[in-house]
């Protein structure tokens, strides 16, 4: 809990929220210490964390997660089209790499990938996740400068105009029933209202279930907006999906599914089919 308190003493302090515009140039030296200094603070507190687990706060993590501790995993992921939360992007088949290194049972650094076939988009997203009880908290950052202007882009432009995207999101599972419940918020970056320029802070609500058969995995997602902003022009469900996977099994250390969803946007009134191959290292 004391590393909690620092991250979000770390996070308001320097002007990362509450001082928008985040990536103007008034904020800019703010944001960018904020951030060295929070991910330095995750850091050394999952060194101390460590040893210091089993005297000094209960875990319910198990002995096989301790195992995991430092270790590298990579997922590829081959899909019919690009979703997220809702809304489509790119017009056409897309690979989808994932890197994931467990630093310690509780934190974690991630980069991801996406890369549709006709260029018409592209993204780069950094984030770490910290795990306490049933609670995770992610810092993402979403680079997507969109389409052909991906490679002739500035990844560390942090101007007003930049196309990073801050987000910040909250899950709770809970332990006896298979429901996810997630918050989003849009705390930086490119989430503009066009007529003041000003922050929309944009938020995303959702709860999740997920099931398991044998092989066989399933799963329903709704979400919603409670307001304005980048999903919708006032408060909507937007997102609406049904999920199923099947284990193909393991060949030399890669292990492959296949798996399908229907998705539908309430705001956007389109209905979405997406199948795809994964394949974990």
């Not at 302090?13 to 928008?20: A, E, K, R, W």
């Not at 997922?75 to 017009?91: A, E, I, M, P, Y």
């Not at 969109?146 to 500035?154: I, K, V």
């Not at 229907?262 to 209905?271: E, F, S, T």
């Amino acid at each position: 809990m004391i590393l909690i308190n620092v991250f979000f003493h770390v996070l308001f302090s320097n002007g990362i929220v509450i001082s928008p515009p985040i990536f103007g140039s008034i904020s800019m030296c703010k944001m960018k210490k904020g951030i060295l200094i929070t991910l330095l603070w995750l850091l050394v507190g999952q060194l101390l964390a460590i040893g210091d687990n089993t005297d000094n706060e209960p875990t319910d993590l198990s002995a096989h997660d301790a195992v995991q501790t430092k270790k590298i995993s990579v997922n590829v992921d081959f899909l019919s089209q690009h979703l997220w939360r809702g809304r489509k992007s790119g017009g056409s088949a897309s690979v989808e790499p994932t890197i994931t290194w467990q630093i310690s049972p509780r934190f974690s650094l991630s980069g991801w990938g996406a890369y549709c076939f006709d260029g018409s988009f592209n993204e780069i997203d950094i984030y770490c996740s910290y795990k306490i009880k049933n609670f995770t908290i992610t810092v993402l950052d979403y680079y997507c400068p969109g389409g052909g202007a991906f490679f002739g882009s500035q990844l560390t432009d942090f101007s007003k105009e930049t196309q990073h995207l801050g987000d910040l999101v909250v899950d709770y599972k809970f332990k006896h029933f298979p429901v996810k419940l997630s918050g989003s918020v849009l705390f930086a970056g490119n989430d503009k209202n066009p007529d003041n320029g000003d922050n929309y802070y944009s938020t995303y609500l959702e709860a999740s279930y997920t099931g398991k058969y044998k092989k066989l995995s399933y799963g329903a997602i709704a979400g919603l907006t409670p307001k304005e902003g980048l999903y919708a022009s006032k408060a909507r469900f937007v997102n609406f999906a049904a999920t199923t996977g099947y284990e193909l099994g393991s060949v030399k250390g890669l292990r492959t599914s296949i798996k399908a969803s229907m998705v539908y946007n309430p705001v956007r009134d389109k209905l979405y089919f997406i199948t795809g191959l994964s394949i974990k290292l």
